[in-house]
C-alpha cells in the first residue's frame, strides 16, 4: 500500500541553526499539505500546494520558514533560523485532488529545538 | 472563521466496550465536511470516517459511527466493540466544500482501550 514518506523522523537542532525537512507523496497525488502539530494540540495548516504552485500559505511564518515543490512531486520545509517555538511535529500529507477530499499522512518528523 | 472543540481530552474504555467521543464546531457555512482521525502512538494518521454535511444519514465505517446533528453543530464518534488497538488521540475535524480542502482539527481526545 503507498504511503506518505517523510525523513528524518527525529531531528533535533540547536536555536538559530537551519533545519529542513523533506516529504514524498503517493505517487500521482497532486495536493501535498505541510502541517506543524504541537504537543497537546491538532495539527495545524502551513501550506498546502497544488502541483508546483502555493494554494494557502496564510499560515506560515516566513520570516523563517519556507516551502517548496520544484516539480510538483516531493517537497522540503525549512526553517531558519530555528526558534524554541519551533519544537513540534511537522506533518505531511498528499490527496490526489479536491474532489477526494482524504488526506494521506505520514508518519511526520519531531523536531526538538534547544 | 472555522473552529473545532473536543472537550475532552482523555477516555478510557474496557476491550470489547462502547465508547463515545464529542466534537462540537463552529461555522456559518451550510456545505461541508467532518472527519475523524485516528493517530496511534508512533504512527501515522489515518481517516477513521467521513460525513458531508448535506447527507441527513449518519456515515458509519464497520466498527466506527457518527452522530451528525447539523442543527446543534455536533459530530459525536461512536466506536462500538472497543479494541486494544483503537487506543490512540482522535482528532475531530472540519472542511469547506471550496477549492482548499484545508482542515481544521480540535485538540483531539486521547482514548485508552484497556484488557
Known amino acids: 500500500e503507498a504511503e506518505v514518506a517523510q525523513s528524518p523522523r527525529y531531528k533535533i537542532t540547536e536555536k538559530s541553526q537551519a533545519v529542513a525537512f523533506w516529504c514524498d507523496p503517493i505517487s500521482g497525488h497532486a495536493t501535498l499539505y505541510w502541517y506543524r502539530q504541537i504537543l497537546g494540540q491538532g495539527p495545524e495548516l502551513l501550506v498546502q500546494?497544488?502541483?508546483?504552485?502555493?494554494?494557502?500559505d496564510s499560515q506560515l511564518p516566513k520570516d523563517r520558514f519556507s516551502a517548496e515543490r520544484l516539480k510538483g512531486v516531493d517537497s522540503t520545509l525549512k526553517i531558519q533560523p530555528a526558534e524554541l517555538g519551533d519544537s513540534a511535529m511537522y506533518l505531511c500529507a498528499s490527496s490526489p485532488g479536491v474532489i477526494a477530499r482524504e488526506q494521506y499522512f505520514g508518519p511526520g518528523t519531531r523536531l526538538t529545538v534547544t | 472563521a472555522q473552529t473545532v472543540t473536543q472537550s475532552q481530552p482523555e477516555m478510557s474504555v474496557q476491550e470489547a466496550e462502547t465508547v463515545t467521543l464529542s466534537c462540537t464546531y463552529d461555522?456559518?457555512?451550510?456545505?461541508?465536511?467532518l472527519f475523524w482521525y485516528k493517530q496511534p502512538p508512533s504512527r501515522q494518521m489515518i481517516l477513521v470516517i467521513r460525513q458531508e454535511a448535506y447527507k441527513q444519514q449518519n456515515a458509519t465505517e464497520n466498527r466506527f459511527s457518527v452522530n451528525f446533528q447539523k442543527a446543534a453543530k455536533s459530530f459525536s464518534l461512536k466506536i462500538s466493540d472497543s479494541q486494544l488497538g483503537d487506543t490512540a488521540m482522535y482528532f475531530c475535524a472540519f472542511m469547506m466544500t471550496d477549492n482548499t480542502d484545508k482542515l481544521i482539527f480540535g485538540t483531539g481526545t486521547r482514548l485508552q482501550v484497556f484488557p
Open positions: 500546494f497544488q502541483d508546483e504552485s502555493v494554494v494557502d
Open positions: 461555522t456559518s457555512e451550510n456545505n461541508y465536511y
